[in-house]
């Protein structure tokens, strides 16, 4: 079984502050994903990563995906109270079609 | 509007009863999804259907029993249910292919509480 580490498992800051949250595992993704949930929700997706090294942005959201393709990170700038709710990385290994969560980072903004 | 639908969106069953959850997917994907989400775990993949055929099965108990009619329906029947299955269940829908990265489109889930 695959495993994904994230971290922090919660995070509460004010608004207009900067964060980072990271993804690990011992095994190489083939690709991995981003997902945003919020109460009484479904996971949303973010973003899909795909290449080592790889960045993308989304408006104040940056994501990287490491080097090695074993790690990702998510930073927020500016965060405001609509960025609260559960932050979860998934991630998928050589051919396998299926996603492996992480537990999540449990983010709330304060205002 | 995700474009997948479950219902109901909450439901209160004891563990003598019988229910199903329904999912519906207007996306067009080939593949559907159920998962389990409780409180303080990673959300658990429980049943994976491939162009209406189930490919995986993760050791879940027989008193989960899934029903794929076609491409665009899941169910999820339940039967003489656990407190400890109280959870929150999720389908998901996508593309999948040799060459896709599997992206998940997930619908609000049923909030299901067995007393």
């Known amino acids: 079984t695959q495993l994904l580490e994230q971290s922090p498992q919660f995070l509460s800051i004010q608004e207009g502050e900067n964060l980072t949250v990271y993804c690990n595992s011992s095994s190489v993704f083939s690709s991995l994903q981003w997902y945003r949930q919020e109460p009484g929700e479904g996971p949303v997706l973010l973003v899909t990563v795909v290449t080592g090294g790889e960045v993308k942005k989304l408006k104040r959201l940056t994501f990287q995906f490491g080097d090695a393709r074993k790690d990702s990170s998510l930073h927020i700038t500016a965060a405001q109270p609509g960025d609260t709710g559960l932050y979860l990385c998934a991630g998928a290994w050589g051919s396998a079609r299926q996603l492996t969560f992480g537990s999540g980072t449990q983010l709330t903004v304060l205002p | 509007e995700t474009g997948v639908t479950q219902t109901p969106r909450h439901l209160v069953m004891g563990m003598t009863n019988k229910k199903s959850l329904k999912c519906e997917q207007h996306?067009?994907?080939?593949?559907m999804y159920w998962y389990k989400q409780s409180a303080k775990k990673p959300l658990e993949l429980m049943f994976v259907?491939?162009?209406?055929?189930?490919?995986e099965n993760n050791s879940v108990p027989s008193r989960f029993s899934p029903e794929c009619p076609n491409s665009s329906h899941l169910f999820l029947h339940l039967h003489t249910l656990q407190p400890e299955d109280s959870a929150l269940y999720l389908c998901?829908?996508?593309?999948?292919?040799?060459?896709?990265?599997?992206?998940?489109?997930f619908g609000p889930g049923t909030r299901l509480t067995v007393l």
């Open positions: 996306l067009g994907h080939n593949a």
């Open positions: 259907y491939n162009f209406k055929e189930q490919t």
């Open positions: 998901a829908s996508s593309q999948a292919g040799t060459s896709s990265t599997n992206e998940q489109f």
